[in-house]
């Protein structure tokens, strides 16, 4: 079997959560904008701005720009969908904005710390906004990936098979010189797929009967270095 040379990580729900979801995030931004909403109604509103949303067939997110544009969108409709003045927009986007709320989880650093001693190679390979670069730099560990492969550069997302060939090309490393750890099954699946050792992590214990590479610890991503 051919030594590991590369560890590719998600970083989602994978590396890092976050303090307060968003219908907690939306309240706070509410308040601090001396507008009101119930528990209820902010989890219809979001609902619905999901919808309305799909709907819109916005273009991909591809630059800040374009997530700017995205996020005032996304605002916009839900003061609509709260009966609240749209014109708020920008506004209720700055004070819900999730790179504050950013948190890694207790066992990141120690994994991506294993990984760099063992494989010497940790990437990076998420499907986010542009602003995931700020997320990593507030949480103290964008430079640690080489390379740092985001959908939104790749104009491609997971589990769609040219954002891991791009990943791989960036890296330089055949498939199966690397390992790919994310929290979605399908992505994991997408990985082995194409040869790679993929391997779901699984905090919740949600997957026990997955036929799938599984942790539940990411620190136990030692085990398939080797």
Not at 40 to 63: G, H, S
Not at 129 to 140: K, M, N, Q, T, V
Not at 204 to 213: F, N, P, Q, V, Y
């Amino acid at each position: 079997m051919p030594k590991t040379r590369t560890v590719f990580f998600d970083a989602w729900h994978t590396l890092f959560t976050v303090r307060a979801h968003g219908p907690e995030r939306l309240a706070t931004a509410l308040r601090a904008l001396d507008l009101t909403a119930s528990e209820d109604d902010i989890r219809t509103a979001i609902d619905e701005t999901r919808l309305r949303l799909k709907a819109l067939n916005l273009p991909f997110v591809a630059t800040p720009e374009h997530e700017r544009d995205w996020m005032t969108t996304q605002s916009r409709l839900m003061l609509e969908a709260l009966g609240h003045d749209p014109a708020l927009a920008e506004a209720l986007t700055a004070h819900s904005w999730y790179v504050p709320y950013c948190i890694l989880y207790d066992d990141s650093l120690a994994a991506l710390d294993a990984v760099a001693a063992r494989a010497g190679s940790v990437a990076l390979l998420s499907n986010a906004f542009p602003s995931l670069l700020d997320a990593l730099a507030h949480l103290g560990i964008v430079g640690r990936f080489d390379p740092l492969v985001i959908s939104a550069f790749e104009g491609v997302e997971k589990p769609d098979p040219a954002i891991y060939h791009a990943a791989l090309r960036a890296a330089a490393v055949a498939p199966e010189e690397a390992v790919f750890v994310d929290d979605l099954a399908e992505n994991v699946a997408a990985a082995d797929a194409l040869g790679m050792t993929g391997v779901l992590i699984d905090r919740d214990a949600s997957h026990l009967g997955t036929a799938l590479r599984r942790i539940t610890r990411l620190t136990d991503i030692v085990a398939f270095l080797e």
